[in-house]
T-cell receptor
Framework: GAVVSQHPSRVICKSGTSVKIECRSL??????MFWYRQFPKQSLMLMAT?????????EQGVEKDKFLINHASLTLSTLTVTSAHPEDSSFYIC????????????FGPGTRLTVT | RKEVEQDPGPFNVPEGATVAFNCTYS??????FFWYRQDCRKEPKLLMS???SGNEDGRFTAQLNRASQYISLLIRDSKLSDSATYLC???????????FGKGTSLLVTP
């Protein structure tokens, strides 16, 4: 159990467009979902934490109006990168935590975004 | 100062070798500690949690020294399949978010 999927796995878009990334917990209810970003040869950096039904909490330096997060159900969170720029090109990874499974976070396979 | 710092690496070792990775963390109130493994262009996967008393899982041994805010991972009898980046991960005292180190790259050669 504890499978997290992400869609799409990779996306190429033009500068100025918006891209939506979905994160789903397939066999458990995710009370909390996390969005991370990883640039080449860098560590995963937490962007935001979202709890189902409430607004996401963004980390310092992450623009909430640019990275829109919606956690409308216990199995789905979406991250929308609005007006994407080439510097937004990165590996975006979500993780999910279930209240009844302790501290462990289960990671999705990641989405590689390239903005041209 | 970064919250989690690791050996810069990369480590190139022959099969069968023993290799050790070190990690330090800055928040003394940190509650939980982990080692994750990340293969190239993939998501991180939990390798093992790290407990104060030290713990072992097969060829992998993890140690935690809270006084020194230091974590280690020892891999014995390295296999080719151990080649990956090893991430030191710390959970702070607030919330459930994880702080990741930059990772240490390991390459095990025949």
């Amino acid at each position: 159990g504890a499978v997290v999927s992400q869609h799409p796995s990779r996306v190429i878009c033009k500068s100025g467009t918006s891209v939506k990334i979905e994160c789903r917990s397939l066999d458990f209810q995710a009370t909390t979902m996390f969005w991370y970003r990883q640039f080449p040869k860098q560590s995963l950096m937490l962007m935001a934490t979202s709890n189902e039904g409430s607004k996401a909490t963004y980390e310092q330096g992450v623009e909430k109006d640019k990275f829109l997060i919606n956690h409308a159900s216990l199995t789905l969170s979406t991250l929308t990168v609005t007006s994407a720029h080439p510097e937004d090109s990165s590996f975006y990874i979500c993780s999910a935590r279930a209240a009844d499974r302790g501290l462990e976070q289960y990671f999705g396979p990641g989405t590689r975004l390239t903005v041209t | 100062r970064k919250e989690v710092e690791q050996d810069p690496g990369p480590f190139n070792v022959p099969e069968g070798a023993t290799v050790a990775f070190n990690c330090t963390y800055s928040n003394s109130a940190s509650q939980s500690f982990f080692w994750y493994r990340q293969d190239c262009r993939k998501e991180p996967k939990l390798l093992m949690s790290v407990y104060s008393s030290g713990n072992e899982d097969g060829r992998f041994t993890a140690q935690l020294n809270r006084a020194s805010q230091y974590i280690s991972l020892l891999i014995r009898d390295s296999k080719l399949s151990d080649s990956a980046t090893y991430l030191c991960v710390v959970k702070g005292d607030i919330g459930y978010a994880l702080n990741f180190g930059k990772g240490t790259s390991l390459l095990v050669t025949p």
